[in-house]
């Protein structure tokens, strides 16, 4: 199976914008939840779509945003872009069968520069 | 919320030596613990995982224990080579828990030659 793509790789914006980022999970997953990784914060969980559904949300502000299409794609958005969102963003996808104990697989991650 | 606690930050080995890494989590509903690899540059990757009715698992030079009790879990790499160098990062989740990895800060292991 294809693993899990992300599109762009990489990405430079300047403070005010906005911006779309996409994930593609691996065939069959429903799941996809989306990460943002920071020298200083690490590894933060930012929300999970399953079946077009936010699951589950992290402690983000309103200006990050996603969406679940009917194939599982899923796509960030963030508005209003800020110095401070700055990092490499990754996703992850899973099968998602709540009580199972789902493998999350990451993909290459698309570094986001906020200038 | 789950609020995981890693340590050491960074780790300098002997090639050969043995590496521990130690996590402590809060959340006592939490009964799932992988750990994820990240070499510079590339993506996590799952490495071993622990389930919370299992207190020991080995995988050839990799070992992962947990001690539901003290809340706290402990990655154990055994005869270390270069290509271990890496940062790694412990998690934790509940299987109910709709996929919600809570990440520790990491630690970056550096193998010494």
Not at chain 1, 12 to 24: F, N, Y
Not at chain 1, 77 to 98: H, R
Not at chain 2, 74 to 83: N, R
């Amino acid at each position: 199976k294809a693993g899990v793509t992300q599109t762009p790789r990489y990405l430079i914006k300047t403070r005010g914008q906005q911006v779309t980022l996409s994930c593609s999970p691996i065939s069959g997953h429903r799941s996809v939840s989306w990460y943002q990784q920071t020298p200083g914060q690490g590894l933060q969980f930012l929300f999970e779509y399953f079946s077009e559904t936010q699951r589950n949300k992290g402690n983000f502000p309103g200006r990050f945003s996603g969406r679940q299409f009917s194939n599982s794609r899923s796509e960030m958005n963030v508005s209003t872009l800020e110095l401070g969102d700055s990092a490499l963003y990754l996703c992850a996808s899973s099968p998602g069968d709540w009580g199972a104990y789902n493998e999350q697989f990451f993909g290459p991650g698309t570094r986001l520069t906020v200038l | 919320g789950e609020n995981v606690e890693q340590h050491p930050s960074t780790l300098s080995v002997q090639e050969g030596d043995s590496a521990v890494i130690k996590c402590t989590y809060s959340d006592s509903a939490s009964n799932y613990f992988p750990w994820y690899k990240q070499e510079l540059g590339k993506r996590p990757q799952l490495i071993i995982d622990i389930r919370s009715n299992v207190g020991e698992k080995k995988d050839q030079r990799i070992a992962v224990t947990l001690n539901k009790t003290a809340k706290h879990f402990s990655l154990h790499i055994t005869e270390t080579q270069p290509e271990d160098s890496a940062v790694y990062f412990c998690a934790a989740i509940s299987n109910f828990g709709n996929e919600k990895l809570t990440f520790g800060t990491g630690t970056r292991l550096t193998i010494i030659p």
